[in-house]
Structures are given as C-alpha cells and as structure tokens.
C-alpha cells in the first residue's frame, strides 16, 4: 500500500467523522431532545434544519415592527422585541421549546417555575444570553448572570429589598433610581 492511498483513507476517516459529527449535531441531537421534552409535556415551534425557530422569530419581528409605533404611555415592549412570545405561549403554554439554530432554549413564563430557576444555586438552569436584544434592553445584572457572578450580584441587591427599607418612601425612591 502506498503512501498516496494511506493519506487518502486518512482523508476519509476525517471526513466521514466529520459528516457523522455534523449529522448528530444537527439532526439527531435537536429530534432527541425534542422527543424528551414532549414526553415530559414541553412542546414548541418545529426544529428546522440549520435555522430553528429563527424564520418564524424573523417574519413575527418584521410583522411587529411593519409600521407600528410604540406607545409611549406603555411599558409593554415584548410585542416589539420579543414578539414570538406573545404568539406562542397561547400555543404551547408557559414552558415551551424553541430553538437558535441547533441549539435548544426553553422558555418559562410561569411565575412560580421561573422563581424556582431564577433562584437555584445548583448551576442546572444558566440563563440564555443569545439574545443582543435582550442582553441590550436588561444589560448583565442579576437576571442574566449565572454562579458566583450571580451570587455577587443578589447578595450587594439583597439589602436593599430589606422589608423595614421598603416601608419608607424615601428607600423605594432610592431603590428604583
């Protein structure tokens, strides 16, 4: 066998592992992980191949921002930043999968599972910072931080939400500046 063949079976080992790594990121992992969650009663919009959910946030993005303005005595800015929400928690429910190319997300709108996530301390539940969005409109504070970060961030908060702080006027006046 002759130095040209062996450098060609190489080439192919690398390839074929290469395809086979491909195929498991983006078919069979996204279908697997799907099937779990909708056995444990997560449902979502479709995996897509390569995209996710990215073509359908797209054109609700383009829908919510085709000329609508905001109303500046609102506060409600989820219609034009994250419009999927709006339209798929009537779907899907309060927790429900979606995906960022072959990654998946898992939103919880719940308010008590949400406490629960937002409050664990095991590092099982990072938070997403996908979002430019997102991470523009809330910045990397206590929301979005994960472990020691987060630790740091709820113990120079926690003060501040004290109860006797929060029954004088002049401490909520200092809390929201």
Not at 8 to 28: D, F, G, H, P
Not at 71 to 86: A, K, M, T
Not at 106 to 117: H, K, M, S
Not at 141 to 149: I, K
Request: proline share 5%; charged share 20%.
């Amino acid at each position: 066998m002759g130095c040209g063949s062996a450098l060609a079976a190489a080439a192919a080992a690398v390839l074929a592992s290469c395809l086979l790594n491909a195929l498991v990121r983006l078919v069979w992992r996204p279908r697997a992980i799907a099937a779990a969650l909708r056995r444990q009663g997560v449902r979502g919009p479709g995996y897509r191949l390569f995209v996710g959910s990215l073509g359908d946030i797209k054109k609700l993005r383009a829908a919510a921002a085709a000329g609508v303005a905001l109303d500046v005595s609102s506060h409600d800015f989820i219609p034009f930043v994250q419009p999927q929400f709006r339209q798929w928690i009537p779907l899907y429910g309060h927790v429900f999968l979606y995906w960022f190319g072959s990654t998946p997300d898992i939103c919880v709108a719940d308010v008590d599972l949400a406490r629960q996530v937002l409050s664990d301390r095991t590092g099982l539940f990072p938070k997403n910072l996908t979002s430019p969005l997102l991470l523009k409109l809330l910045g990397k504070g206590l929301v979005l931080a994960n472990g020691d970060e987060w630790q740091r961030h709820k113990k120079v908060v926690h003060p501040a939400f004290n109860t006797d702080k929060l029954k004088t006027k002049d401490a909520i006046v200092a809390v929201i500046i």
